[in-house]
């Protein structure tokens, strides 16, 4: 079992579409989580952290699920701009900065 | 432009070359890292170093070695690669301790082996 795993998609979705991704992952003391983005031929870049209690950034709302091991971000009125591959992102220690990341899933959003 | 800067971009190397790739970080943090990235793969954590000293070496073949003189400068040396190789090499910088540990990379260096 990897890690840490993601639905690669593509997910391709007209614009104003809500859409969610998982991410589930294997190490259940895992400290902390994360979304980033990365757009085609970029860097990687922080999108949101996920916090126990889920948080929101204006359309986005990450979801922590630790008795299942899962994360979630959802995105609501996706904008065309929103097309890119985000990356769930796990923090299996608190020391020694091992952070595992997913494959990716690749988002599209069309007009 | 990030606070954390990676040259060359671009590298095309036969397999009998020796290069570097170099990492500078000026956001003060104190971890640095190399990750691999090859298409369609998830990013390989390949070394990190907390405060100067290598505190992970993730199985990577000897033909990559790491190099931290000082908290802001880091360097990926390559010799005798294979095709194999070939992929995009991020350098990523990280306040520990801090509690998040939040990346911040570079533009990366893609690398072509020939």
């Known amino acids: 079992r990897k890690e840490v795993e993601q639905d690669p998609g593509p997910f391709n979705v007209p614009e104003g579409a809500t859409v969610a991704f998982n991410c589930t992952y294997s190490n259940s003391a895992s400290q902390s989580f994360f979304w980033y983005r990365q757009d085609c031929r970029k860097e990687p870049k922080l999108l949101m952290s996920v916090y126990s209690s889920g948080n929101e950034d204006g359309r986005f709302t990450a979801q922590l699920n630790r008795a299942s091991q899962y994360i979630s971000l959802l995105i609501r009125d996706s904008k065309l701009s929103d097309s890119a591959t985000y990356l769930c992102?796990?923090?299996?220690?608190?020391?020694?900065?091992?952070?595992?990341f997913g494959q990716g899933t690749e988002l599209s959003v069309k007009p | 432009e990030t606070g954390v800067t990676q040259t060359p971009r671009h590298l095309v190397m036969g397999m009998t070359n020796k290069k570097s790739l170099k990492c500078e970080q000026h956001?003060?943090?104190?971890?640095m890292y190399w990750y691999k990235q090859s298409a369609k793969k998830p990013l390989e954590l390949m070394f990190v170093?907390?405060?100067?000293?290598?505190?992970e070496n993730n199985s990577v073949p000897s033909r990559f070695s790491p190099e931290c003189p000082n908290s802001s400068h880091l360097f990926l040396h390559l010799h005798t690669l294979q095709p194999e190789d070939s992929a995009l090499y991020l350098c990523?910088?990280?306040?520990?301790?801090?509690?998040?540990?939040?990346?911040?990379f570079g533009a990366g260096s893609r690398l072509t082996v020939l």
């Open positions: 170093y907390s405060l100067e000293e290598r505190v």
């Open positions: 956001l003060g943090h104190n971890a």
């Open positions: 992102v796990v923090n299996f220690y608190n020391q020694g900065g091992k952070l595992i």
């Open positions: 990523a910088s990280s306040r520990l301790n801090s509690g998040a540990n939040v990346l911040t």
